[in-house]
């Protein structure tokens, strides 16, 4: 049987292990974590104590599917995978090479027979010629390996590293007290998607002007533009990183990332009436965890309806975390945010990656479905059309002055266009809506 250490930034706290004769895992909590006053689990779904009645079989699925959501996705797992010689599909040794810097505070390796063993600390220089002499490569090179190590083991599909910053300087780390602080997301290698960068740092700085909580963000041009996105997991002090434990999702509701989607299997006549995957109610029935439960159903609302009047069609059960923590689960800052329709490629899907009520498109929305969206999420309607009247405004009276300042930090003027142009033709048919909502 392989076992891994895991650990919640310093603190050990439990085992992964995998039996490879029957191909389940399971998780054990240390005693000493049990035993911590202000202890608490790594996600709701494996509980300090043994669920009783549980079959193994029912545990490893809970254990695989939630260590699986720390993966990356589609061709960076590829890379990751090809680069330690390794199968796609060997969760314990894709946790042995990417798990000593995931999302959240999770630090997993081999266990040890020394426990007093010390971690191996790095701090690697990384310039802007050579950033940009990277992102100019990947055609040749895959831009999460970096001097033979995958430096990714943060979800989706998108290009980026993981980098510590401090000032101005630009740094690959690995060690126990060094983490990375920032997200570094290089404009997309497919040229129908080299405005992404752009039209996401708008994006999220119009979500910040608009009240929402999100992770701060930075366009930088090495000359090529490069997005910036603050972790808001991570917390530094005196050159030490403190890592905050958060779990997205699909992991605080017990799915896959195959599960991500509403309609997880696609929008075909034959399967497109199966919608077992994330869905808005069920994001909103995890908010009876929170400690601020009132708080968190209205920036959660407010969420929902923001994605709707950008535009975002993939705004799915990975593209929200919570910090989890011993009281419970709170929403944590937005991230991920695109007009989808403004990029202008035909590749990328139209339909909604959770429904509002049946509505899995802009034109199937209405003011029947908003009350839907509400009944479903055990939301009083009222709350409902109030905020989507209030944030439709309150977008439209924010768009020239960000417009302006996106144009100060190098946005194209032809991504601030067809961004405005999605975006105020929502928010004036949904502000209409609300009053018939």
């Not at 895992?25 to 509980?47: G, K, L, M, N």
């Not at 930075?218 to 030490?240: K, Y």
């Not at 919570?322 to 945010?337: N, S």
Request: aromatic share 8%.
């Amino acid at each position: 049987m392989t076992r891994l250490e895991v650990r919640l930034d310093q603190d050990l706290v439990g085992w992964l292990a995998h039996d490879g004769a029957t191909n389940r895992f399971s998780f054990d909590y240390t005693p000493q974590w049990r035993a911590e006053p202000r202890s608490f689990p790594i996600t709701p779904r494996i509980p300090l104590e043994p669920v009783a009645g549980q079959t193994p079989e029912s545990h490893s699925a809970e254990v695989r599917q939630f260590f699986e959501n720390l993966l990356p996705e589609g061709e960076a797992l590829d890379h990751a995978a090809q680069a330690n010689g390794i199968s796609k599909s060997n969760l314990v040794g894709l946790m042995v090479a990417l798990g000593k810097e995931t999302a959240g505070a999770l630090r997993l390796a081999v266990a040890r027979e020394d426990a007093h063993a010390v971690d191996h600390e790095e701090l690697r220089l990384v310039t802007k010629k050579e950033l940009s002499e990277r992102i100019r490569q990947r055609a040749e090179l895959p831009f999460s390996v970096w001097d033979g190590k995958v430096r990714l083991s943060i979800a989706g599909y998108q290009d980026k590293i993981a980098i510590y910053q401090r000032g101005d300087e630009w740094y690959l780390v690995e060690g126990p007290r060094l983490a990375s602080t920032v997200i570094l997301k290089p404009m997309p290698a497919r040229p129908q998607l080299a405005a992404l960068p752009d039209n996401e740092y708008l994006c999220m700085q119009l979500a910040q002007r608009s009240g929402l909580d999100v992770a701060a963000t930075q366009l930088v041009h090495v000359p090529e533009p490069v997005l910036f996105v603050r972790r808001f997991d991570r917390v530094e002090q005196d050159h030490h990183v403190r890592r905050l434990h958060i779990i997205d999702g699909c992991q605080a509701l017990g799915l896959s990332a195959s599960m991500k989607y509403e309609r997880p299997y696609g929008d075909g006549r034959d399967v497109r009436n199966i919608r077992d995957g994330a869905t808005y109610a069920k994001l909103f029935s995890l908010l009876g965890q929170s400690p601020q439960p009132a708080r968190d159903r209205q920036a959660l609302l407010r969420w929902v309806i923001f994605q709707v009047l950008i535009g975002n069609t993939d705004a799915h059960g990975k593209n929200i975390s919570f910090f989890c923590g011993v009281e419970g689960l709170r929403l944590a800052p937005f991230y991920d945010l695109v007009c989808i329709p403004a990029l202008g490629h035909g590749g990328l899907s139209s339909t909604y990656a959770m429904a509002i009520g049946d509505a899995f498109t802009e034109a199937e929305v209405t003011p029947f479905e908003w009350a839907s969206f509400a009944r479903e999420c055990d939301l009083p309607l009222r709350m409902v059309s109030n905020e989507l009247e209030r944030l439709a405004v309150r977008i439209l009276d924010q768009l020239p002055g960000v417009e302006k300042d996106a144009r100060l930090a190098g946005v194209q003027n032809n991504v601030i266009a067809s961004v405005h142009s999605v975006i105020a033709a929502n928010c004036l048919r949904h502000a209409k809506m609300a009053d018939q909502t």
